[in-house]
């Protein structure tokens, strides 16, 4: 296994600044790269686990909070201000960065993401696809324009400010463990054995 350092690596996107983490090698030479974007909600810490396993695995890794993706995150920016957009207008920045870094080999560039970071990342690498060498989805939320469609029809009809309650609870499964951790615990076990060709 090799050795893996972690380190904060900000990159900046106009007025925002976008946190995220480097899993890198501390033999000095550059590894094949994944980019893994969060989900709707979620920050770094949401996919750490991934990273890790990949990086263990002899990957360099970048996680990083969409501008405004998350209240939880680090990155500057406003979740009132966030779309799958502007999500991708912050993962092709962090392309043109990271392509630069020591530790990445540029010529073997993967975009990751689960659900709606799964989304952004295959609309990136359909905009990059010169510059990415594949891709790792998770679960990507491939309806969000379907969805957007059938509820409103026209860009008129969107709400520009709105606020949900809600009170609900994640069901549990007959082991008592919450749906979304152990859907996270299965797909963090499949990551074991994957290797990217």
Not at 82 to 91: G, P, Q
Not at 121 to 133: F, K, R
Not at 160 to 176: E, Y
Request: hydrophobic letters at 40%.
């Amino acid at each position: 296994m090799p050795d893996t350092k972690v380190k904060t690596v900000n990159i900046q996107r106009k007025q925002t600044t976008l946190v995220g983490q480097l899993y890198y090698h501390a033999d000095g030479r550059q590894h094949p790269t994944i980019i893994f974007c969060p989900g709707l909600g979620e920050d770094v810490s949401f996919v750490a686990g991934y990273a890790q396993q990949l990086a263990a695995s002899g990957y360099t890794v970048y996680t990083f909070d969409f501008s405004g993706g998350s209240i939880t995150g680090w990155s500057t920016g406003s979740t009132l201000e966030m779309s799958i957009f502007t999500e991708a207008d912050d993962l092709r920045r962090v392309v043109r960065v990271l392509r630069q870094r020591p530790e990445v080999d540029a010529s073997q560039l993967y975009l990751a993401g689960e659900s709606q970071g799964g989304a952004v990342a295959a609309m990136v690498a359909n905009d990059l696809n010169q510059q990415i060498a594949g891709l790792l989805l998770l679960y990507p939320a491939f309806i969000i324009p379907d969805d957007a469609r059938k509820h409103y029809q026209d860009i008129d009809a969107i709400p520009t400010n709105c606020q949900i309650k809600c009170n609900f609870l994640p069901k549990k499964t007959s082991d008592g463990v919450f749906q979304p951790k152990t859907l996270r615990g299965r797909l963090f076990k499949s990551l074991t054995n994957f290797a990217i060709s």
